[in-house]
């Protein structure tokens, strides 16, 4: 039982900072998108 609340807390963070990381990598891709010379 411990393992499996432990498990899913896990989940939860990882789903939690993937997003955040999609995020990063979405905003970095627009500003380099804006950097480039037309």
């Given at each position: 039982?411990?393992?499996?609340?432990g498990e899913s807390y896990n989940?939860?963070?990882?789903?939690?900072?993937?997003?955040?990381?999609?995020?990063?990598?979405?905003?970095?891709?627009?500003?380099?998108?804006?950097?480039?010379?037309?």
């Open positions: 039982m411990h393992s499996t609340i989940k939860k963070v990882t789903d939690k900072i993937s997003v955040s990381n999609f995020f990063i990598y979405f905003r970095v891709l627009l500003v380099f998108d804006r950097q480039k010379p037309e």
